[in-house]
């Protein structure tokens, strides 16, 4: 166990990618989840349902859309009504629109992106941080990309989203700081996930030549430097954001 069995953690866009994995992590070192998604399935609740069987923990799962202000308020009235604390918040979800060159992406696109990758990402945070402040503790971390560092791989609009998101993650950490609460971010290189599939071949090649690691890395290896921030193994970690990028 990595100092998570018996919290209870909300973890948005668990149902594909890095943020499944980071639900699945979480539940094998013993903590309970609100597992957050866009849309209600049988085939997603069944592997939650597995899930929390296999790990003797409970899993619940919160439907919203993020692009919603207010589903997104009334997905955190039905974290509130379970009247448990809410120890962590992961926040995973996100979006890359289809590249262009900034000389021919349209404002409405940079508007959407920062819409979810942002916007929506700090209304959340937002409500959850109330309820982290009342508990007087908590650990938030954001999910990031080395693009908002490196201003690579990925077009201006998701770099710029992603940035942004770092600037938010260090603000935060010291706003919230005297309740004992930590915000930490993790910045992904290549992964190997649908979103990591939408770069350019070219491009992916490019960038693994550049990796020391001489590969992509895994949802798994991103959810386990999460599970790390989220846990009593940080207890002195607030503001940073780990790169988990194989060494590029």
């Known amino acids: 166990m990595c100092g998570l069995s018996g919290k209870t953690a909300v973890i948005t866009g668990t ?6 994995e980071v639900l699945r992590v979480f539940a094998e070192n013993g903590a309970n989840v609100f597992a957050c998604a866009r849309n209600q399935n049988a085939q997603f609740e069944f592997e939650l349902s597995t899930i929390s069987e296999e790990n003797n923990v409970n899993i619940f799962p919160i439907y919203f859309d993020l692009s919603d202000p207010q589903q997104i308020k009334t ?8 009247a ?4 962590v918040l992961v926040n995973v979800a996100g979006i890359v629109e289809e590249s262009t060159s ?28 109330r309820i982290m402040i009342s508990q007087n503790h908590g650990s938030i971390v954001n999910i990031s990309s080395i693009a ?3 201003g690579t791989p990925a077009q201006y609009e998701y770099a710029a989203s992603k940035a942004a998101v770092i600037g938010g993650t260090k603000k935060l950490a010291r706003e919230l700081a005297d309740h004992n609460i930590r915000v930490n971010a993790v910045a992904p290189g290549i992964i190997d996930t649908d979103m990591g599939g939408k770069i350019d071949p070219v491009l992916k090649d490019e960038i ?21 921030l989220s846990s009593d193994l940080a207890s002195y970690i607030t503001g940073q954001v ?3 990028d194989g060494g590029i």
């Open 84 to 87: 448990l604390t809410v120890d």
């Open 75 to 82: 997905a955190v009235q039905k974290i509130r009504k379970t």
């Open 15 to 20: 149902n594909r990618g890095i943020g499944k």
């Open 208 to 228: 693994i030549a550049k990796v020391i690691m001489k590969r992509m890395g895994t949802p798994r290896e991103v959810a386990n430097a999460c599970a790390f």
């Open 102 to 129: 900034f000389g021919m992406t349209s404002i409405e696109k940079m508007k959407k992106v920062f819409d979810i990758n942002f916007f929506s990402l700090t209304q959340l945070t937002q409500y959850i941080s």
């Open 242 to 244: 780990i790169r988990v």
């Open 148 to 150: 908002a560092i490196d």
